[in-house]
Structures are given as C-alpha cells and as structure tokens.
C-alpha cells in the first residue's frame, strides 16, 4: 500500500509540478488545471499559478452551478492527461504495480484524501483508475 504522496511518490500528488495540458491551456501542474474548471471565466489566471496558489484562488472564484456534479470526472480527466502527457510519471504510475493508493494526509482532506484514517480518497481511486486503463491499452 502506498498511503502518502510524498518522497518518492510525490509524482502522484496534484501538487507535483509538472506541466498540463487542458482543454487547450497549459498549466504548471494538475491543482492549478483542477482549479481553474471551478470557474470557466478565470481558466487564465490558473495557468501560471503554483498549487498552493491555485488552491488559494480556487477558494475564492464562484462556483459553476454543476460543480458537485462534475468534479470528480473533471479531475479523472486531468489527472489522465498528466500521465498521457509525461510518459516518464506513465512509466512510475505502472511501476506502482496493483498497490492500493491512498492519498493519506494531515490537512483534513477527507474528500480527495483520507485523514486519520477517514476519507473518501476519491484521488487515490482515480489514480487506481487511470492506472488500469494504462495497462489494459499496453495489453498488461
């Protein structure tokens, strides 16, 4: 099991800096893409941002009316990307092998995470996910 994303599995983590591609802008890493989708009309500001930046200024933007309803398939398809897009994080995501990831934290993020033991850990299963289709498209 992997139950943080830090050291040598901080690649896994939103906050990894490492450019994305999204819906046509380029971010420096996956919390600024994922922040930026709260509110279409600032997409922009996101682009240049750190992620404790864009997770600073995601908490300040009006929410699009879906927002709960399109979350989790927002981040899927961002955190896609990342791995479509860098093949060498690709490479270390499959090394990972058929390990449970858990997004274990101490800033109480029991959505994304799991916090004392308590968490939906919706990231990590997304992680899982994207890590299965990786394999079955290279036929492992």
């Known amino acids: 099991m992997i139950d943080r994303f830090s050291g040598i599995y901080f690649f896994l ?3 990894y800096s490492i450019p994305v591609e999204y819906e046509g802008l380029v971010y420096e890493n996956n ?7 709260k509110d279409p009309s600032r997409k922009l500001e996101f682009t240049s941002l750190n992620p404790s930046e864009a997770k600073r200024l995601g908490r300040c933007v009006t929410l699009r009316k879906d927002w709960e309803d399109v979350k989790v398939e927002i981040m899927k398809n961002i955190v896609r990307e990342k791995f479509n897009q860098n093949p060498d994080l690709q490479e270390k995501l499959l090394a990972t092998g058929d390990e449970m990831l858990i997004e274990g934290n101490t800033w109480n993020d029991c ?8 968490g939906k850990n919706l990231l990590g299963k997304i992680l899982m996910s994207v890590r299965k289709e990786l394999k079955t498209k290279r036929g492992i």
Request: glycine share 12%; net charge negative; proline share 0%.
């Open 31 to 37: 919390e600024s893409a994922f922040q930026a989708q």
């Open 111 to 118: 959505c994304w995470g799991v916090c004392n033991g308590v």
């Open 13 to 15: 983590s939103n906050f």
